[in-house]
């Protein structure tokens, strides 16, 4: 099959690109919202990866998450419509439906997002999900929780210069469990989902197996540099204290950044391992191992 990836530079599309170079023939377009532009494709599945990450430093105009995430994918989605092109995969987010959850996240969730990179993404799956789909064609939404693997930044590299430098890991009290999803996950699930045309359309939400606790990401990534590591339960009140000052005097530590290390946001990945028929090949402790060894490098 011929695959056009958009966003194919990125992190996700660099990997997929390997991850699938030997059974397809990849096509990568770098392309931006302009208004009144008019899409021509011809290849036969269209992965739609390019858009605006959400901006932990909230610098970002809200109008970009709009046109990035939005606007863009109702073109390209208008574009499929309009073509002989057959599947469309468009990597949407779980903070489409919510940045807090109580107890687990699944498709049934009432979607309710806060940020304007969530509610531009509801907006792409709202427009998608609104529009029939002719015979012969597929439509898959995936909402991604947080992806790691090998040459991802961000908070989990943090936590890894944080235990490497053999400093204590003072959010010990923050009892938490959350859900990760390892990159060689996400891109087998896309080559599934290419590769069966059984498979319905729909949204489906990925996830790794299991949901571990910050705490216990701190013991990996101690057994990943071969380092005792140490968890100190500093009252929670203070921490958060501390984050509210970072959010003025931008400290490393601030109330997102807090919140995205200490967060309960379990997702559940049984809609898609049915769908598939099949496990995911990477648990959940071995994917984060293999990403914190990569911090090595």
Avoid at 48 to 71: I, R, S, T
Wanted: hydrophobic share 40%; proline share 4%; charged share 25%.
């Amino acid at each position: 099959m011929k695959i056009l990836i958009t966003g194919a530079t990125g992190f996700v599309g660099t990997n997929l690109r390997e991850y699938i170079k030997d059974s397809h023939e990849v096509e990568s377009v770098s392309i931006r919202y302009e208004k009144q532009q008019k899409i021509i494709i011809n290849e036969d599945v269209i992965i739609h990866l390019a858009g605006k990450a959400h901006d932990l430093k909230k610098v970002a105009n809200p109008k970009d998450y709009y046109e990035a995430n939005f606007e863009l994918t109702k073109q390209l989605f208008d574009a499929f419509l309009q073509s002989e092109v057959q599947v469309f995969i468009f990597m949407s987010t779980v903070k489409a439906v919510a940045d807090e959850i109580k107890g687990v996240l699944t498709e049934e969730t009432i979607p309710n997002p806060k940020t304007h990179y969530g509610i531009a993404k509801r907006q792409a799956e709202q427009y998608i999900l609104s529009k029939e789909m002719p015979e012969g064609k597929r439509v898959y939404i995936l909402r991604p929780c947080m992806i790691h693997g090998p040459g991802n930044k961000g908070n989990l590299n943090l936590l890894y210069q944080l235990v490497a430098k053999g400093l204590p890991w003072p959010l010990g009290a923050f009892e938490n469990q959350r859900s990760f999803l390892s990159i060689e996950n996400l891109c087998f699930v896309i080559k599934e989902l290419l590769g069966n045309a059984t498979i319905t359309s729909g949204v489906y939400q990925i996830a790794d197996d299991k949901s571990l606790s910050t705490n216990e990401l701190i013991q990996l990534l101690g057994a990943s540099l071969d380092k005792t590591t140490r968890i100190m339960k500093i009252p929670s009140n203070w921490i958060r204290g501390i984050a509210k000052i970072g959010d003025y005097l931008s400290l490393p530590l601030n109330s997102e950044r807090l919140q995205k290390l200490t967060e309960d946001y379990v997702v559940s990945n049984e809609k898609i391992v049915a769908a598939l028929g099949k496990s995911l090949p990477v648990q959940a402790k071995d994917g984060l191992l293999k990403t914190f060894r990569s911090f090595k490098e």
